[in-house]
């Protein structure tokens, strides 16, 4: 069944050019951050699969639940399926195996040269519960097609997703324009005695009411506070929001990964309950001038390392090289949270920086028992250097919580 959306030409070309270089007649994905950059559709479960040709064919393997979902992507042609049944008990990966057959022989593909996901992966989540095919994507294949040669592409998908099209870019200014409506209604509503949850839960109960306002059919998102001492604990892997309650004075470190229609954006912004004192107005004129030196770095051309050591030697310069426990960046778009998506803007990072990648800046400075200052924004790569996607709340001034009444949530 034909599609209704217009597809996405500029992906579809660069999808053909990685084949042909790698000497693939198709590459197959399941995960669905890899599905999306296929075929433009966000899998819900992870029970879908998406093959593109260097023909510039692509086809969508989707569970009947989905299909309405699938069709909203550019693929050519949805094949749909039942995942399980009430005559007999089966497996997805059983379940899954004749539609993928029927797609091979529609794409002629039996005797073919095929790429797929082998490797670890870092998925940014669909939905609460989600089907990964694993490993078993192999034996799945061969089954289908015992002919076909596999190998495994996942550097091919790894590059292709690093550099978006100008319509991915798009997509991605959208999830941050539902971020920056989000933030901009939360810190409206930060007082004293709120909890952390209760912060966290009204960061991220604006992206459900920023969405129908930008078109947004499907919205995701994930929101942290971290305030006080526990700020600082933002250095981690991962945020955690507390039964701490916010007091005047504090720093309040809010960490969003909102997703619009399966394109994920990665922000924080560090505010402070009423006027912040030396200590802290030193540590935010830091952090702003490793961002702007970072930013100023940002060229096609330029090594994801050069940017790392700009924001590095700024804080070096003002005196907390120590505290800058984590990279300066890494991409954002298909992924959500992962320090491996390229570009790495990492002290050992050679990837070189080309127009299209998107990723994120997040110069930080972090003190045990104090607490801790992240500025984290999305940057576009483009010819005249970095464009800011999330240019929100850029400064102290508007990151200083004024006339705090005490509330309780």
């Known amino acids: 069944m034909a599609q209704n959306s217009q597809p996405d030409l500029e992906r579809r070309q660069r999808i053909a050019d990685a084949l042909q270089q790698h000497q693939l007649d198709a590459v197959v994905c399941a995960l669905p951050s890899r599905v999306l950059l296929l075929s433009g559709y966000f899998p819900v479960v992870g029970t879908s699969i998406a093959i593109a040709t260097k023909e510039q064919q692509v086809l969508i393997i989707a569970p009947e639940d989905e299909e309405q979902l699938a069709h909203g992507g550019c693929a050519d042609e949805v094949i749909t399926y039942k995942p399980g049944r009430l005559d007999r008990l089966q497996s997805v990966d059983q379940a899954v195996v004749p539609p993928l057959r029927d797609a091979v022989r529609r794409l002629r593909l039996a005797q073919s040269r095929i790429g797929f996901e082998h490797g670890p992966a870092s998925e940014p989540a669909s939905y609460s519960a989600m089907n990964l095919f694993g490993g078993s994507i192999r034996t799945i294949l061969q089954e289908a097609a015992p002919q076909i040669l596999l190998d495994p592409a996942d550097d091919l998908l790894a590059r292709l997703a690093s550099v978006k099209t100008r319509r991915e870019v798009e997509c991605i200014r959208l999830a941050c324009k539902v971020a920056e409506r989000a933030f901009e209604q939360c810190s409206r509503h930060l ?73 994920w954006t990665d922000i924080t912004r560090t505010f402070t309950l009423g006027e912040p004192d030396d200590r802290k ?15 100023k770095a940002i060229c096609p051309g330029v090594r994801g390392r050069d940017v790392d050591a700009a924001a590095r030697d700024s804080l070096a310069h003002s005196g907390y090289a120590q505290e800058f426990k984590h990279s300066t960046g890494h991409g954002v778009g298909f992924s959500a949270i992962s320090a491996d998506a390229l570009p790495r803007l990492h002290p050992a990072s050679d990837d ?3 127009v299209g990648m998107v990723f994120n800046v997040e110069p930080a400075v972090y003190f045990e028992g104090y607490g801790g200052i992240r500025h984290c924004d999305m940057v576009v790569v483009t010819e005249k250097g970095a464009e800011i996607l999330a240019g929100f709340q850029d400064d102290m001034r508007k990151l200083v919580i004024r006339n705090c009444g005490a509330a309780s949530v």
């Open 191 to 263: 007082r004293p005695g709120m909890s952390e949850f209760g912060a966290a839960a009204l960061l991220r109960a604006g992206f459900s009411i920023s969405g129908p306002q930008f078109g947004v059919a499907r919205l995701e998102g994930f929101a942290w506070c971290m305030s006080g001492p526990n700020s600082a604990e933002a250095a981690y892997a991962y945020a955690r929001s507390r039964d701490r309650h916010l007091a005047v004075g504090d720093l309040v470190l809010m960490h969003a990964n909102s997703c619009a229609n399966g394109y």
């Open 352 to 354: 070189v920086l080309d």
């Open 281 to 295: 107005r030193q540590l935010y004129s830091a952090i702003m001038q490793a961002r702007e030196a970072a930013l």
